[in-house]
């Protein structure tokens, strides 16, 4: 054999580890051979082995265990200081409402005509070419009786002084103020990108950070530079600098989105993570419906962006009052700031050390010298099962928020030939009062079916309207036409209005629900870089909206067929994924590996169930030691016990 022709060219010195990476052992442990000729039956030689040194040894098992040994030992969520800080992850959710969704009104397009005065004193006025289109709302046009020019584009275009109605509560905003309009109206789209792909990046980069250096330095150099960047674009000279400066701003609000996120659903006990979690997202959803008033009373869109800003002022008192994640400390064997940290925790909720019945104080000092252990995101790729459930999520994500533009376009569109609605703060407050409706029903859903119950459940609603509204929509369109049909066009719009709600309704659940599903299955030590993926994902998928608008709806249908065959794709895909609900959340990688497959349905009482739990798994771990002890077997012999010819 091989082996033994290295062996004997060595002189018979050290072995040569096996093909599956270990060194065989003689039977009685002891010393090797002396040099000299080898045997004449070199295949039934024993092979005698030097001693190899024990492996070092694993972390203790309790510390490992925060949901069931750490967090109990704290009180759980019943400690008022853990309290405290779930309240102060809550209340930067209503400033981060403000931000993300003030591009509806310092980049709304607003009626414009152009105004020109002659020497009398009158003017005359014309409305730009299709604009009434673009804007949503026909309403406002130039005082009647005055004409129109029967001209080009180029010459309506051709304007010295802009007149506007802007319709979202300001005086003046970034369209008015730098006239984007007209040849310059691709300009509104490249600002609405920059917050987007601020966010995106923002994402993919911080969640990396976080786990490298932790959550509480991502969350404060975040907040510090989203004040210096988020002032400054109030401070914008043109549309380049607003751009510009309007990217940073989204990539630190990103940084604060996504800490918060993870320290928030590290802090909590298993079955109070949702909850914790969709408190947030109302908090968030109120700062969406406060937006327009806050809009009416500030009047300029300078003065607008400094206040959506100046209330992170307060966060920087969290440099003081906010601690580093334990879980994530723990996690990581960071254990002498983890003591410090549990020493903090127990003066704080005044508790005393003598409630630790399973010694988590004791077995963190016999610990305390091990040295930290951080992962980053990309170890993720040498797993056999993490990798698919974070990707499934992501595409999940992608999908709810990228075809939730789809259902919203075609409800503006539907709206504006049914005279539903005229005006900005009705189509603003019906889409988020939609919103509203999809994280209310979350709440029983997912508490009655689970994470992947309700996924699943909102995302086959998402395909059925998006699938009706495509083929059935098209169907009534041809009946219509025909004289004795019965129908009108107008009982086709209410159709397609009506899966549009049931849409948005649906996608806004997927999308939500794909985030935190990804938060509780992805292990502690990599969970900012899973968080950073899905939100990325979701970020791509919003970016699909200034896009389309980019292109003039140019390639809409392509676009919403799309995003329906990725529905189809998703629903197989979530009948993949672990059930996390009242799960222990993974804290390493094996731990995330670890999660297996449950039946959607629990089987009936005295059946067997198909898939086998994490306690009745075997370990097949042992199956590569079994070929040290083969070596008496004979050469000729083969796996199966046959004898070769």
């Not at 000729?37 to 092979?47: R, T, V």
């Not at 931000?99 to 409305?127: H, I, M, T, V, Y």
């Not at 992501?394 to 709810?400: A, E, R």
């Not at 859903?445 to 995302?459: K, Q």
Request: aromatic fraction near 8%; include cysteine; charge should be neutral.
């Amino acid at each position: 054999m091989a082996i033994d022709r290295r062996r004997e060219a060595g002189g018979g010195g050290r072995p040569l580890p096996e093909e599956n990476g270990s060194v065989p052992g003689a039977a009685g442990g002891g010393a090797a051979a002396p040099p000299g000729p080898p045997p004449a039956n070199a295949a039934g030689a024993e092979i005698q082995a030097v001693p190899v040194p024990p492996p070092a040894a694993a972390c203790s098992p309790l510390l490992l265990d925060y949901d069931g040994s750490v967090l109990p030992f704290l009180g759980g969520l019943g400690g008022g200081y853990q309290r405290t800080l779930v309240l102060l992850t809550w209340v930067p959710a209503l400033f981060i409402g403000f931000s993300k969704f003030s591009d509806s009104f310092l980049l709304d397009q607003p009626d414009f005509w152009c105004r020109e005065a002659d020497g009398q004193g009158n003017w005359s006025a014309s409305l730009a070419p299709g604009h009434a289109n673009r804007s949503g709302n026909g309403s406002i046009f130039p005082p009647p009786g005055l004409p129109t020019p029967a001209g080009g584009n180029a010459s309506e275009c051709d304007c010295h002084e802009w007149h506007y109605r802007i319709r979202a509560g300001l005086v003046q905003n970034v369209v008015s103020k730098w006239d984007l309009v007209c040849d310059s109206a691709w300009k509104v789209h490249i600002a609405k990108f920059s917050l987007l792909v601020g966010l995106i990046f923002g994402h993919l980069i911080t969640g990396c950070i976080a786990d490298w250096v932790g959550r509480r330095p991502v969350l404060l150099f975040s907040v510090i530079l989203i004040l210096v960047f988020g002032l400054s674009v109030a401070l914008s000279v043109n549309v380049t600098m607003f751009s510009t400066l309007r990217f940073f701003e989204g990539f630190c609000l990103a940084g604060i989105v996504l800490s918060l996120y993870a320290l928030r659903i590290e802090l909590c006990p298993p079955g109070h993570r949702f909850m914790i979690t969709m408190v947030a997202s109302f908090i968030e959803m109120a700062g969406q419906f406060l937006m327009p008033g806050l809009a009416a009373l500030c009047r300029d869109w300078q003065v607008l962006q400094a206040v959506i800003i100046c209330p992170f002022l307060l966060m920087l008192l969290y440099w003081v009052i906010f601690p580093e994640s334990l879980r994530w400390l723990m996690a990581t064997q960071q254990f002498e700031a983890s003591k410090e940290l549990i020493l903090q925790f127990t003066h704080k909720n005044r508790m005393n050390m003598e409630s630790d019945i399973k010694g988590v104080v004791p077995e963190l000092e016999k610990e305390i010298a091990r040295r930290p252990k951080k992962v980053c995101i990309v170890k993720v790729v040498g797993t056999r099962n993490l990798w698919k459930n974070i990707v499934v999520l992501c595409v999940n994500s992608l999908t709810g928020y990228g075809i939730h533009h789809c259902f919203a376009k075609s409800m503006m569109g539907h709206e504006a030939k049914m005279a539903i609605t005229h005006n900005f703060y009705a189509d603003y407050y019906t889409m988020a009062g939609i919103a509203l409706a999809s994280c209310l029903a979350m709440c029983p859903v997912v508490g009655f079916l689970g994470r992947r119950g309700g996924l699943l459940l909102f995302m086959i609603l998402t395909a059925l309207a998006s699938l009706l509204q495509l083929g059935l929509l098209n169907l009534i369109g041809k009946y219509s036409q025909l004289p004795d049909s019965g129908m009108s066009d107008s009982v086709k719009d209410k159709f397609s209005t009506a899966f549009s709600i049931v849409g948005m309704f649906s996608s806004h659940a997927v999308g939500s629900l794909s985030v935190f599903f990804c938060a509780e299955i992805t292990p502690t030590v990599i969970r900012g870089g899973g968080l950073g993926l899905v939100l990325a994902s979701a970020g791509f998928g919003r970016l699909t909206a200034p896009i389309m608008e980019l292109h003039n709806q140019k390639g809409y249908f392509l676009h919403h067929v799309i995003f329906a065959c990725c529905t189809l794709i998703c629903i197989i895909c979530i009948l993949l994924l672990p059930e996390s609900k009242n799960q222990n959340l993974p804290e390493n990688i094996p731990d995330g590996e670890h999660y297996t497959r449950q039946p959607l349905l629990p089987h009936r009482k005295g059946e067997q169930p198909l898939l086998l739990t994490n306690s009745e798994l075997k370990d097949y771990s042992g199956l590569h030691d079994s070929a040290a002890v083969s070596d008496g077997i004979s050469e000729n012999t083969t796996a199966n016990g046959m004898k070769s010819m």
